[in-house]
């Protein structure tokens, strides 16, 4: 067994611009740094044979990765019709006004805010340019307007910061939610399990084969964590920093600001709960 085998979720390897799938390919953005990993994966899907594509987290207002990726499309035969939105945050939404500009096309998000044009997206919608179909899975917890995108005919899933391909991601209290979170993880749970996905495509850190063991992994970390935060509470740490301090103390302390969102989320959860 190799050593990627061997971890959550069978990373594929090192991240990379190019092919990942038969209807996808990744153009990485250049903003690497400890939340972001390697950086920013804008998704290029497209139907084989059509010339249109669909682009998923244009990605920072980065005006040469912008142009990169039109010009990455266009090497491929392809013209981007359609820009969508995982979610709102700017490494993965704050080049899509420019990019929009620059190709022309709509873009769609759950967050009215987010949207150039008259559509946006919700649970059931089924998104389809040049053959391609892509359904909308709304997977709120690490934000509220969190999307995931089911690709059925690559049995393959995009799931922007709901899954990572490397690591855990967080809850960004307070506008996500941990009871959210947790069912996300389940409807891409049941994906995996009723649907056949086996492949995620991550907003960050490498593809991943192994999308069942990925989800089972997620769930099974927020449970320990969750846990931790319950026992560190019971033992008279009632504040996100002396919570983070104890609990994380094994991570590194750049992540620690993350890490004091995650833990406000867990603390609202075992509040609501009555646990602590």
Same mark, same amino acid.
């Given at each position: 067994?190799?050593?990627?085998?061997?971890?959550?979720?069978?990373?594929?390897?090192?991240?990379?611009?190019?092919?990942?799938?038969?209807?996808?390919?990744?153009? $990485?953005?250049?903003?690497?740094?400890?939340?972001?990993?390697?950086?920013?994966?804008?998704?290029?899907?497209?139907?084989?044979?059509?010339?249109?594509?669909?682009?998923?987290?244009?990605?920072?207002?980065?005006?040469?990765?912008?142009?990169?990726?039109?010009?990455?499309?266009?090497?491929?035969?392809?013209?981007?019709?359609?820009? *969508?939105?995982?979610?709102?945050?700017?490494?993965?939404?704050?080049?899509?006004?420019?990019?929009?500009? $620059?190709?022309?096309?709509?873009?769609?998000?759950?967050?009215?805010?987010?949207?150039?044009?008259?559509?946006?997206?919700?649970?059931?919608? @089924?998104?389809?340019?040049?053959?391609?179909?892509?359904?909308?899975?709304?997977?709120?917890?690490?934000?509220?307007?969190?999307?995931?995108?089911?690709?059925?005919?690559?049995?393959?899933?995009?799931?922007?910061?709901?899954? *990572?391909?490397?690591?855990?991601?967080?809850?960004?209290?307070?506008?996500?939610?941990?009871?959210?979170?947790?069912?996300? $993880?389940?409807?891409?749970?049941?994906?995996?399990?009723?649907?056949?996905?086996?492949?995620?495509?991550?907003?960050?850190?490498?593809?991943?084969?192994?999308? =069942?063991?990925?989800?089972?992994?997620?769930?099974?970390?927020?449970?320990?964590?969750?846990? =931790?935060?319950?026992?560190?509470?019971?033992?008279?740490?009632?504040?996100?920093?002396?919570? @983070?301090?104890?609990?994380?103390?094994?991570?590194?302390?750049?992540?620690?600001?993350?890490?004091? $969102?995650?833990?406000?989320? =867990?603390?609202?959860?075992?509040?609501?709960?009555?646990?602590?």
């Amino acid at each position: 067994m190799s050593d990627a085998a061997a971890l959550p979720g069978q990373p594929r390897g090192l991240v990379v611009t190019g092919p990942a799938t038969d209807r996808a390919a990744n153009v $990485l953005a250049p903003n690497p740094s400890a939340m972001t990993l390697d950086g920013t994966n804008t998704w290029l899907l497209s139907e084989p044979g059509s010339d249109l594509a669909v682009v998923v987290d244009p990605g920072p207002l980065d005006e040469g990765h912008l142009r990169n990726v039109i010009e990455t499309a266009g090497k491929l035969g392809k013209r981007v019709a359609l820009t *969508l939105l995982t979610h709102g945050h700017p490494d993965h939404a704050e080049g899509a006004g420019r990019f929009a500009e $620059l190709t022309r096309t709509p873009v769609r998000a759950l967050d009215p805010a987010l949207r150039l044009g008259d559509e946006g997206l919700g649970e059931g919608d @089924v998104v389809t340019v040049g053959g391609l179909e892509l359904r909308v899975v709304p997977t709120p917890g690490h934000t509220s307007d969190s999307l995931s995108f089911h690709l059925p005919a690559d049995r393959a899933v995009l799931t922007g910061d709901t899954i *990572l391909g490397r690591g855990t991601t967080m809850v960004a209290h307070p506008d996500g939610r941990l009871g959210d979170y947790l069912d996300s $993880l389940r409807r891409l749970r049941s994906l995996t399990v009723d649907d056949g996905v086996y492949t995620v495509l991550p907003g960050h850190g490498p593809v991943l084969e192994d999308a =069942q063991g990925a989800v089972e992994f997620y769930l099974a970390h927020r449970a320990s964590r969750l846990a =931790q935060v319950e026992t560190a509470a019971e033992n008279g740490l009632r504040t996100a920093p002396e919570v @983070v301090a104890h609990v994380y103390a094994d991570v590194d302390r750049s992540l620690w600001p993350a890490a004091e $969102l995650s833990v406000r989320a =867990q603390l609202e959860y075992l509040r609501e709960r009555g646990l602590i």
